[in-house]
């Protein structure tokens, strides 16, 4: 056998070996690890509400209608199937889609929490801030008709805090405080 097969077989074996090692076993040990130690989110956080699933709590959905809190705006409609942001750096883009997002909502810039005006990096994020969720709680429990000091909290009892105690900042699952207010209060989906 000369040099060149012996190369050419022996490249063939590590391929083989590197296919196997790297495109089989090792996803199969990380989905593994995932199904033991992260389940819930290996499965994709799946909400379930009425024995049926209504969402996920890692994605944004929307919700329109003074009866539900409104999730944080999205340059993707919140559609799940593509993700990004709108891309506006400072400048007049951002500030009239700031503007415009403003009037839609009746809020008033400079005021109104920054989420509640600014689109997510993905377009696809699934909390808000607990500023934000205050804010809406009058509209809402208005629409419901329900004491704002119950809807109050309602929004507290869902208020997520830092992730191991200081990452982050504490925020609101939109999916999941409506979910809770359509229990206290049923009305129709949105």
Do not use: C
Not at 111 to 126: I, V, W
Not at 157 to 167: K, S
Request: net charge neutral.
């Amino acid at each position: 056998m000369n040099s060149f097969t012996r190369q050419t077989l022996a490249g063939l074996r590590l391929m083989i070996v590197m296919t196997v090692l790297l495109g089989v076993l090792y996803p199969a040990v990380v989905w593994g690890v995932g199904q033991v130690a992260a389940r819930d989110q290996a499965a994709g956080s799946l909400v379930q509400a009425d024995g049926r699933t209504v969402g996920s709590a890692l994605l944004g959905q929307q919700f329109t209608g003074d009866a539900w809190f409104a999730s944080r705006p999205s340059a993707s409609d919140s559609s799940g199937d593509v993700s990004g942001g709108t891309n506006l750096g400072p400048g007049a883009d951002l500030d009239a889609a700031v503007a415009e997002r403003a009037r839609a909502a009746g809020l008033t810039v400079g005021t109104a929490a920054p989420d509640a005006l600014t689109a997510s990096a993905s377009g696809l994020d699934p909390h808000v801030s607990p500023e934000n969720a205050a804010a809406q709680v009058a509209r809402v429990a208005a629409a419901r008709g329900l004491p704002a000091s119950e809807v109050q909290q309602l929004v507290t009892a869902n208020t997520e805090g830092r992730q191991l105690g200081f990452l982050g900042e504490p925020r609101v699952n939109v999916l999941r405080l409506n979910l809770a207010l359509q229990a206290l209060a049923p009305t129709k989906a949105a």
